[in-house]
């Protein structure tokens, strides 16, 4: 029982991370109908934004953490974002009348890109953040010990997806996302500049692509300039999972998919961890494209 | 076949046969690795050229070609070329399971599956799987192949090898894309509902055309596991299938020549520049993304067929 707590909280944890990334995924997927293959390297990213911050800044004083942390994350955000951006004008714009497959090319040389330049920048070396900046206590809940951080991981991520879902929900720039991902042409027509919308979800995707960097950083305390692509696509599985286009099913994807990762390292195999998740992957692909919370969309073969 | 293209033809043969003639060995193992990497996309490229199919785990069915030779000659002592048709079975076969429950999903979805089913193979292999993979580390220690009773084993040999079999290849895809069944792929990519439509059973025909790149894609496999002698599952990364996918898209979908030319271009062209180890990377992203921009059909897209009956509005 122990142990099952223990991992169910350290797949909440996870699966929040999941979660965040793949809402970057889900929205643009929405939207433009687009694998972002760049977007785990722009999570890659936010994850060294935040440790040259958190050095130049010189966090591990420990003067003000929380506030700290807070305004590193916020920073990094907004980094990650501006980067995001640039993408789209340069390398998905341009190919918005293209081909698909043309459009998949571009974002996979953009993540090819993205992540040899952060590798020329910090080096091919893991890097590891300082260990200090969060209290690595233990808190009981229900009588098990469970580590601070995680429950901060996980509190922090449902935060961001909390005012993601505000934002989509109750704002007019969120209802014209809405409405764009259902029917660009009819958006435009309602006068929504659509150009405007993809701009925008390539800006808040990244960010908080790139907010779970800085925590994939915080919680497992080591970075290496790969690891974009295999956390991406386990994002992209949660989004699948979830219901591709679907912001909540984003979120549900994550979590479940962090839990049933780490139920199935613990009780199945830890050497196939990985793999359970494609397994995931493929078997809800089979069962039920659409995925959890999706909608039937009308075939376009 | 037009004028220029056998005169094309000709003169690609005849600068490929010279090719070692001219070249310090060094440079004749990249012409290999060119070689090889050209199958590789000759074999993708019926997927996804002709099908339309979009695959990025074909490092999956090489991975499984080059296991397959790897286990039948270190294990059971069966000759390196004698493998060659056993891998391209269990290739295909190993493609004909993983693709049946999958193969109706559409584009992108598919894409995303064989990504998952080329991970989960690697995966499989790192972890020893049957205990005949050698885990992590691979298998070592396999044989050269014998041709005519002589030893292939300098870089120049390998290469006439290597490149007999991409002009089989091209051989035979030519022959396919002229078939029946190749025509019916090409309707098949260009409007499936029409194709089903037209009697064409879409779901078979699919199944089939993955099938055969994976079975050739798993032939390939032989050939590097002999050429290296060392194989483990590093060399069937992710990143493998990547770049097959995008020497296919780059060089023109659908077309051998562009494919070929893809190859060239992305397995070769970087190692002239190998002086910028580093930054290769780098550049090779931005060069794929400003090409997608500036020529979004490829290099060489297939001209259309000739017997396209006249538009009705022209």
């Known amino acids: 029982m122990e142990q099952f707590f223990q991992q169910l909280t350290n797949g909440l944890a996870v699966g929040g991370i999941y979660a965040l990334i793949a809402l970057g995924y889900t929205m643009v997927y929405g939207v433009l109908k687009l694998i972002n293959f760049a977007h785990g390297d722009l999570f890659t990213l936010g994850a060294y934004l935040g440790l040259t911050l958190i050095t130049s800044l010189a966090l591990h004083d420990r003067v003000g953490v929380a506030l700290g942390v807070l305004v590193l994350v ?64 233990t808190v009981h809940l229900f009588g098990v010990g469970v580590p601070l951080m995680r429950i901060l991981i996980f509190s922090a991520s449902v935060v961001l997806m909390a005012v993601l879902y505000l934002w989509i929900h109750k704002t007019r720039m969120g209802t014209a996302i809405r409405a764009a991902a259902i029917d660009q042409g009819a958006a435009r027509l309602m006068g929504i500049d659509v150009d405007r919308v993809i701009l925008l979800v390539f800006l808040v995707g990244p960010a908080l692509g790139g907010a779970a960097g800085v925590m994939v950083g915080l919680y497992y305390g080591q970075i290496s300039f790969t690891m974009g692509w295999l956390y991406g696509l386990k994002a992209f599985t949660a989004a699948i999972l979830g219901g591709i286009g679907n912001i909540p ?51 376009k073969v | 076949m037009t004028r220029r293209t056998k005169i094309g033809v000709a003169v690609a043969v005849a600068g490929l046969a010279a090719a070692p003639a001219v070249l310090n060995p060094y440079w004749v193992d990249v012409l290999n690795s060119v070689g090889l990497y050209g199958l590789l996309a000759l074999s993708l490229n019926v997927i996804l050229g002709d099908a339309g199919m979009y695959n990025m785990g074909h490092a999956a069915f090489y991975a499984v070609g080059a296991y397959a030779t790897a286990i039948l000659n270190t294990r059971y002592g069966i000759p390196v070329l004698w493998t060659l048709p056993l891998a391209g079975l269990a290739a295909g076969a190993f493609a004909a399971v993983v693709a049946r429950p999958v193969i109706h999903l559409r584009g992108d979805y598919l894409l995303i599956v064989t990504v998952g089913v080329g991970e989960i193979l690697r995966i499989a292999l790192v972890n020893d799987v049957f205990g005949l993979t050698g885990g992590p580390n691979g298998i070592f220690g396999i044989a050269r192949p014998f041709v005519f009773g002589l030893k292939i084993r300098k870089p ?159």
């Open chain 1, 74 to 137: 916020l920073m990094v955000m907004g980094l990650v974002a501006v980067v995001g951006g640039l993408l789209e004008r340069t390398a998905y714009r341009p190919l918005r009348e293209s081909p698909r497959l043309s459009a998949v090319v571009s974002a996979l040389g953009a993540s090819i890109f993205l992540q040899n330049a952060i590798m020329l920048i910090y080096g091919a070396r893991l890097r590891v953040y300082p260990q200090d900046i969060l209290p690595r206590t």
């Open chain 1, 249 to 299: 099913g984003a979120m549900l994807g994550g979590l479940l998919l962090g839990v049933i990762e780490a139920l199935g390292a613990a009780y199945v195999s830890l050497a196939w961890k990985d793999a359970i998740a494609f397994l995931v992957l493929i078997l809800i692909l089979i069962v039920r494209p659409t995925g959890i919370l999706g909608e039937r969309v009308a075939e």
């Open chain 2, 156 to 314: 120049h040999q390998f290469y006439y090898l290597i490149w007999a079999f991409v002009a089989l290849t091209v051989f035979v895809f030519h022959r396919l894309q002229h078939s029946r069944f190749g025509r019916a792929l090409n309707y098949l990519r260009d409007d499936p509902v029409a194709a089903e439509g037209s009697g064409i059973p879409t779901g078979r025909y699919r199944l089939l055309a993955f099938v055969v790149g994976a079975a050739w894609a798993g032939m390939a496999g032989t050939l590097y596991a002999t050429k290296m002698t060392i194989i483990s599952p590093q060399s069937f990364s992710f990143w493998e299938s990547v770049v097959v996918f995008m020497i296919v898209i780059l060089g023109g979908a659908g077309n051998m020549a562009g494919v070929l030319l893809g190859a060239f271009l992305i397995v070769g062209l970087p190692e002239v520049f190998r002086g910028f180890a580093s930054a290769r990377l780098l550049v090779f992203g931005l060069v794929m993304m400003v090409m997608m921009v500036v020529r979004t059909q490829g290099l060489l897209p297939p001209r259309p067929r000739r017997f396209r009956l006249p538009d009705a509005s022209g």
